[in-house]
């Protein structure tokens, strides 16, 4: 069988074709119902695929799958691959993430896209861009993986789909509740005469009373998931702006009992107080659940982009990988950082990530994501729940699973877990039966949104806070639990800051208010530019757009820019223009050196900068017109 190594994310992949499955993208959505080449249909969604298996014939799953090709309710097939020691299966999405050597500009660029066929979709840098495979190109994997041996290409990541693990877990069969202890455990589960810890909660009923209310309608949660039933009813009265990736439209995937984890996690966040049933962290909440999670680059573009521009305040991700060959590539890294940094209008989305479940040494890796908090899981004694993943990256811990189970709400078509091996669904993790649409709940998927909760309160008393400040705060006001020999500078790689303290973390947020009304505001400093750096002399003139140079950076600060000229100029003896341009509503400025009349010079001058530890590339001023 052919095996293909191809980038992915910040390492490589080697991928096989499945021996039975396939993907096959339609003209309706009902086309292949009654299909009779398909004999089962495995997956609704992915990559913009239907992952089916074929009525067996004579022939390979080659010949078969060029034969329905021809079909005409078929628009599209491809095969399924799998990563090497993985079964969770993968489609390309045909689109193909290229980075060329730094040297190469967009010419030669476009002569590497026509060799292989492909079309061009976008430019995300000078030389990184996004294009499509064709009916002339070779399949995404074969046409990356030729694409790797050219040598004015750095990397070529074809874009994969797959579904992504979602952090609950399967409980223990000795284990009920009907309290919610994480709001505040007084110590004794009365249903159960369960002894726990008093105090060992997230300090939720603490916060409300410091408030005196449950929160603001103003904020709005996204959750980010599969599976959303909001006909549930303490979830339907407060859907804001649901969106599909799958259906590309507000109508959410319903349904299917392969899909039902966001329901309990959104609940835990936002599940209104209405007298019955359960309710959430942050009860008045809006709920904008977005269905899909994805490993596409593309979709994980989406689902941010969405959150971005629909309003989102505070992003719930109950989601990841803790695979080393799916680690985020810089698309993905930037989807992230950029709702991270302008959500909000401009203050930041706070973005939260579960740790992950596996248990080990090192968290998932959305949640490494330098912009986003990563949320691990301890138990109603205030102890670590042994399945949390552990890392350098975990900012606090929160209420899950371990000792005793979360409740949460379920979606009607979730089907519960089968216990003692007697073939019986239930939802209960003592098996005893319970009225109402619940479920015992846990891991790192339960921790994550009582944090986002958190979160939401915290925006309730002082939506002028910055994601970064709502970080802060929460790692700041975190109890510290476990032993203190965990803990170096604060951090325990269990533990994070600590337990998660929502009335400490909400009696800061309205203390930095106070003293924000108070107090009068110093003028900010800009960074990166020190007083006492010196004197320039210098002239301006005209740069005709013609001629060729090497770019060497991209300054915000034109105090910086001041500082490389004028070693550049003395370094080099070259002329150094500089382009001033607008990126993301701001000023910056690229800096050129030389400006020669042919390209040869300034490729001759390139080798000389890198000699000196300077990287740069090549750069048409044309291109400035």
């Known amino acids: ?95 193909i ?44 994997i074969k046409t990356a993986s030729l694409l790797q041996q050219v040598s004015m290409v750095k990397t070529a990541e074809p874009d994969l789909d797959m579904l992504l693990q979602e952090y609950d877990l399967t409980l223990p069969n ?14 004794f589960i ?102 899909g999670t994805s490993y596409s680059t593309r979709a994980t573009e989406r689902m941010f982009d969405y959150c971005l521009k629909n309003g989102a305040d505070v992003i719930s991700c109950s989601w990841g990988t803790t695979n080393a060959g799916y680690a985020l590539n810089t698309l993905k890294e930037q989807a992230i950082a950029k709702v991270a940094r302008e959500g909000r209008k401009g203050k930041g989305t706070v973005i939260l990530f579960a740790a992950g479940n596996e248990g080990y040494d090192y968290v998932n890796f959305y949640a490494q994501h330098p912009d986003v908090i990563c949320v691990a899981a301890s138990d109603s004694k205030d102890n670590y729940s042994s399945y949390s993943n552990q890392g350098m ?6 209420p899950s699973n371990g000792d005793w189970p979360l409740v949460a709400a379920r979606a009607y078509w979730d089907p519960g877990t089968t216990f003692r091996g007697e073939g019986v ?21 339960g921790a994550t949104p009582i944090v986002a909760g958190i979160c939401a309160l915290m925006l309730s008393v002082n939506p002028d806070l910055t994601a970064k ?32 303290n929502a009335d400490k ?3 800061e947020a309205i203390r930095r208010k106070d003293n924000a009304s108070a107090t009068t505001q110093p003028v900010e400093v800009e960074p990166n530019v020190a007083a006492g750096k010196g004197l320039f002399r210098f002239t301006v003139e005209r740069q005709k757009p013609s001629g060729w140079g090497v770019q060497m950076g991209v300054f915000a600060e034109y105090g910086n820019v001041l500082i490389a000229a004028e070693k550049l100029q003395r370094q080099f003896a070259e002329t150094i223009v500089v382009n001033i341009n607008e990126l993301n509503g701001k000023t910056v400025y690229k800096v050129i050196v030389g400006a020669y009349p042919n390209k040869r010079d300034a490729s001759s001058l390139l080798k000389d900068m890198k000699a000196a530890g300077i990287n740069g590339f090549i750069r048409n001023l044309k291109v400035f017109a």
């Open 1 to 95: 069988m052919s095996k293909y190594k191809i980038k992915s994310g910040k390492g490589e992949l080697i991928l096989k074709k499945s021996k039975s499955l396939v993907g096959l993208k339609t003209k309706k959505e009902k086309d292949l119902e009654k299909a009779r080449f398909v004999k089962q249909q495995h997956l609704p969604y992915l990559g913009g695929f239907k992952v089916v298996s074929l009525n067996k014939k004579d022939v390979s799953l080659n010949d078969m799958l060029d034969e329905v090709r021809q079909k005409k309710e078929v628009e599209l097939g491809t095969h399924v691959y799998y990563a090497e020691g993985s079964n969770q299966p993968m489609i390309p999405t045909g689109e």
């Open 174 to 187: 000795d284990r009920y509740m009907s309290e919610e202890w994480h709001l505040k455990n007084d110590g």
């Open 505 to 507: 973390a909400v009696a």
């Open 469 to 500: 400040e709502v970080k802060d705060i929460l790692q700041k006001t975190a109890d510290k639990i476990g032993s203190p020999s965990e803990y170096v500078n604060g951090h325990s790689r269990k533990y994070g800051y600590g337990r998660v």
């Open 97 to 140: 993430i290229i980075t060329f050597q730094a040297e190469v500009d967009e010419e030669e660029q476009q002569m590497v896209l026509d060799e292989f066929n492909l079309e061009f979709l976008e430019r995300r840098a000078s030389d990184m861009l996004i294009a499509r495979v064709t009916k002339k190109s070779k399949n995404p």
């Open 393 to 398: 990256q975990v900012s606090v811990c929160a």
């Open 190 to 291: 009365e249903i159960a005469s369960h002894r726990t810890v008093a105090g060992a909660d997230a300090k939720v009923i603490d916060a409300w009373n410091r408030m005196g209310n449950l929160g603001s309608s103003k904020i709005v949660l996204a959750v980010i998931d599969n599976g959303f039933d909001v006909s549930h009813p303490d979830l339907k009265n407060k859907v804001y702006r649901p969106y599909d990736l799958w259906t590309q439209s507000d109508r959410l995937t319903e349904g299917d009992t392969s899909f039902t984890h966001g329901t309990p996690c959104a609940s835990l966040a936002i599940a209104a107080s209405d007298g019955r049933g359960m309710v959430g962290v942050a009860p008045k909440a809006k709920f904008m659940p977005v269905s």
């Open 425 to 445: 669904w239930r939802y209960w993790a003592d098996g005893i039966d319970r009225p109402g649409p619940y479920k015992h709940f846990g891991g790192t998927s």
